[in-house]
């Protein structure tokens, strides 16, 4: 396999640090992810600060949630100014006055965006422009700087500066790092440090702080695995971009309680579903298992060297779903947040699946998500089931999903226009590309990849 090196460098501060100087080095960004099931405006506040290796220290974070995501408008895109507007207020609200002029706000854009056709995905986009352009926020001059798609190598990338920069493993000489696991509903992402040995079969980032402390990362996103598009999958509904057809539009899952039935929806995609009355309780959970297998076949998952010697953080779905087991399940209402081993959710999973929930909006599909998790953790990533992740939403008080690292690595890395610290580098010694040629191969390749693979197989 040819190893892709990269040099992901948090530079240090001098142009930020006179600009800001006036207002004792305080500095707000806004970065709004726009997810395949909703959309969350972060507002960070940080405080310059040369004795951390980031150059910053977060100060307070605050933000607010809307949904579905803006997939869902591909249909009616103008529909996104009004839907917007609660976030943008919020923001307003929340920086004071003094700073909207020199506070950045960018729009970045995940799963759910990444598999819209590209005519729908522009079209939202445009609608996203404007909303952005008639804030009073700072916003870059180039259309494509201020609203895009990050590829998924970027947005595990992203994750993993924010759970090592919460964790404070930068500042701490010698300290291991941890990696990141991390899930949305379209997508999943695996980031960590492998040991020297496993580093020749990886896909590679070499990550450099300001203190020129080196991480060389294995790094990898799988579009397709996230928990909502597994779902679907799982269901049958092979391709989440489609709509059902009239004699496909209900399916019926060993996963779900037999008396349940219900609408499932991701994106633009809404199936009628219920359980299955013939498959009896203790065999669900093989059965559920069978049908993740087949979702994971179909993720092309690259077994990762040495995760059994890493130490690792989960977020967002794996500790969503760890959430709902609190709520169904007793023995779970001391785990979470905490270390819970990949044996203690297969057995959750044997539970769960012979007597699913009913009730609420999430819970009635802990089948399908215990079977995905277990399945990617342990046949996919090949984790040993007595390994524990420490399944969490949030460090210290602050979210550890990947937009705080992109937050750090905006500020850190880029003037308020153009992208500067992303500088990829062949491992053969050929010629760098520019970042911004090497952010739009990365993401085209990601964004047609799905309409490759139909093709070939029509």
């Excluded at 869902?72 to 609660?86: D, H, I, T, V």
């Excluded at 669900?284 to 059994?308: D, I, M």
């Excluded at 130490?311 to 779905?317: C, I, L, Q, R």
């Excluded at 979210?399 to 937050?407: D, F, H, T, Y």
Aim: neutral net charge; contains cysteine.
């Amino acid at each position: 396999m040819q190893i892709t090196a990269f040099v992901f460098a948090l530079l240090s501060l001098p142009a930020l640090v006179a600009a800001q100087a006036a207002s004792a080095g305080i500095q707000y960004i806004i970065v709004i992810d726009a997810g395949s099931t909703g959309t969350r405006l972060n507002a960070y506040k940080f405080q310059l600060d040369g004795s951390h290796s980031t150059g910053l220290r977060i100060l307070e974070l605050r933000d607010k949630k809307i949904s579905p995501g803006m997939s869902a408008y591909k249909n009616f895109p103008g529909r996104l100014r009004q839907a917007l507007s609660p976030l943008m207020k919020f923001a307003e609200a929340y920086v004071p006055a003094s700073f909207h002029g020199n506070t950045t706000a960018i729009v970045r854009a995940t799963a759910g965006l990444r598999l819209l056709a590209p005519r729908d995905r522009a079209a939202v986009s445009r609608v996203v422009v404007e909303v952005l352009r008639k804030s009073p926020f700072l916003v870059p001059a180039a259309d494509d700087r201020a609203v895009r798609v990050i590829s998924g190598r970027e947005e595990a990338e992203y994750g993993w500066v924010s759970v090592n920069f919460l964790m404070d493993t930068f500042d701490q000489p010698g300290e291991e790092t941890y990696g990141m696991l991390d899930m949305g509903g379209g997508s999943t992402q695996i980031t960590f440090v492998p040991k020297e040995d496993d580093l020749q079969d990886s896909y590679r980032v070499v990550f450099e702080t300001v203190r020129g402390r080196n991480y060389a990362l294995h790094q990898h996103s799988y579009l397709g695995l996230g928990m909502s598009q597994a779902i679907l999958t799982m269901l049958g509904h092979i391709d989440a971009t489609a709509e059902p057809t009239a004699n496909l539009s209900r399916y019926v899952s060993p996963c779900l309680h037999p008396d349940f039935s219900s609408t499932f929806s991701f994106g633009s995609v809404t199936v009628d579903v219920a359980g299955d009355p013939d498959v009896a309780p203790a065999d669900r959970l093989s059965v559920c298992l069978r049908a993740a297998r087949r979702a994971l076949a179909g993720g092309n998952v690259h077994q990762p060297p040495g995760v059994k010697h890493a130490k690792f953080v989960a977020v967002s779905s794996f500790f969503y779903v760890a959430r709902q087991l609190v709520d169904s399940d007793p023995q779970w209402r001391a785990a979470v947040p905490g270390n819970v081993t990949l044996m203690q959710l297969a057995q959750a999973a044997g539970r769960m699946c012979a007597n699913p929930p009913t009730s609420g909006r999430y819970a009635p599909y802990l089948c399908f998500n215990l079977a995905h998790i277990i399945t990617l953790l342990r046949e996919g990533y090949r984790f040993q089931d007595e390994q524990a992740l420490y399944v969490t939403d949030a460090i210290d008080g602050y979210s550890a999903g990947w937009s705080l690292g992109l937050a750090i690595h905006y500020l850190t890395c880029h003037d308020p226009v153009i992208v500067r610290c992303l500088v990829p580098n062949s491992s053969r010694g050929s010629a760098a590309a520019s970042p911004e040629l090497w952010s739009f191969f990365m993401t085209a390749a990601e964004l047609l990849l799905p309409s490759v693979i139909n093709a070939a197989g029509a």
